[in-house]
């Protein structure tokens, strides 16, 4: 598996938006793993 490096990449790879930036740092405040965040995420279903 090949490791990325964020810092690595260029500045237009860099950009990251700050509303999804915020959201994860809230799960994570409310003490959900990486792997909880993902997992609501994958299990996510598109409103029809």
């Known amino acids: ?5 964020l810092l690595n990449c260029s500045n237009s ?3 990251i938006d700050q509303e999804w930036v915020q ?3 809230e ?3 409310l003490g959900m793993t990486p792997e ?3 997992n609501f995420f994958k299990n996510k ?3 029809s």
Do not use: G, V, W, Y
């Open 36 to 38: 909880e965040i993902h």
């Open 27 to 29: 799960a994570k405040n």
């Open 23 to 25: 959201l994860i740092l």
């Open 1 to 5: 598996m090949e490791n990325t490096n």
């Open 13 to 15: 790879d860099q950009e």
């Open 45 to 47: 279903k598109p409103h």
